[in-house]
């Protein structure tokens, strides 16, 4: 790749450049040669197997470099037969490489350009820093494996929004998915601080395929477990939980049945429908920061900031102390409890399902509602709830809903 001349800016995001080979006696950059560019920006990019003597992965020649900078991005494999700079050759002025993996660190990057080398760069070494690629050898599958120590080690401030709606769900304001169109930031099997954040390279680890779900109507980009998905963290500045204003100031979830109620109509509606969320408060919570769909992962995530988030005072986040009647969006929980039947109550009273293939959708919210509310509910409460829903008087939504209802109630009964 030979981008050069008069070039204002370029910008390489969520790119693999791999296997390439120059090979004239002063090759320049077997991945990329570029030069005379007043901004160049590497974010999230894979530069890996290429071949060059001057630069396997990058040359930098002419005056580029003077505004270069190279984030959340392995350079691995490179080489430099006879020459320098097997990962990155830096001709002249100034680059910044920061939260990057570069095969030797900086001892692979050579020229007379000046490096200004970030804090959080992995050391480089083969040991500790070897991105653990899928399939390192050509063809190559740049991919990495759980084990990768460049997952989560990534800056997430680098990553743009996805202006381009490169994944075409039509939403211009989430961060942009990786090479796979996957979501960016989610949180790697070995994450400690339970933080959403960015891996390096071009492809976002994820934990399993689709295909391996249990439940695959539960499949949100590649992500069957649900404690995966679960933004029970400080890191992102968004309440997950108050969908509905009803809201103190500050980020404190404060859930209650109109949020749910509200979620599970958008879900019945299908996934083109986000009518009841309000900017930062949409119903599509999960993964952090929403996925494009209302799924069940985004009903799973409810339930439990409606189980979870009890608030004593009306500005605090802090869980009560034991004994104590939780105030905000809490309420006793004896009246938790009798709010999920609430919840599944009127959602087969009030809420039709929508015609064709949206039936379904409904029938699933049910299902997860059901599970819920036997689940919180005391004997007595349930035993009321199924008293309720056979009574001869009582008014349901559709025919689909009143279908539901013997099952319902058995299910109630047999908690």
Known sequence: MYPAGALVSLTFLNTVIAENVTTSGSSFGGGIYARDIDLLTFINCTVANNSSNYGGGLNLGGASGSDTSITNCIFW?????VGQGPQIYLSSATTTVDYSDVAGGEGDIDGAGG?????????GDEQTSNPDFVAPAPPG?????????????????AVPLDVLDVDGDYDFTEPSPDLDLNYRFIGGPDNEFDCALVDMGAYEYTTTECSECADADA?????CREEDLLCENLCIERNFADIVPSFCPGVCPQPDMDDILCLLDDFRDGPAVNGCGHNWFSTDLQPCGGDGDIDLFDIR???????QFFHCDDCTCEPCEEGAAPGGGGGPEGDRSAEAGGVLLIFLTTRAP?????EGRFAQAVNV??????GQMSGPE?????QQLQDPSQEFASPVAKAMVPDIVARLLDE
């Not at 499949?219 to 992500?223: I, R």
């Open 77 to 81: 494999g490179n080489v430099a037969p």
């Open 115 to 123: 490096l200004d080398w970030g804090a959080h760069n992995l050391e």
């Open 141 to 157: 599958n740049f991919r990495v494996e759980p084990t990768s120590p460049v997952i989560d080690m990534g800056d997430n401030d």
């Open 219 to 223: 499949c949100t980009h590649d992500f």
């Open 301 to 307: 995530w409810m339930r439990h900031a409606f189980e």
């Open 354 to 358: 929508v015609d064709g293939p949206y």
């Open 369 to 374: 509602l059901t599970d819920w509310a036997a």
């Open 382 to 386: 349930r035993a009321i709830l199924a």
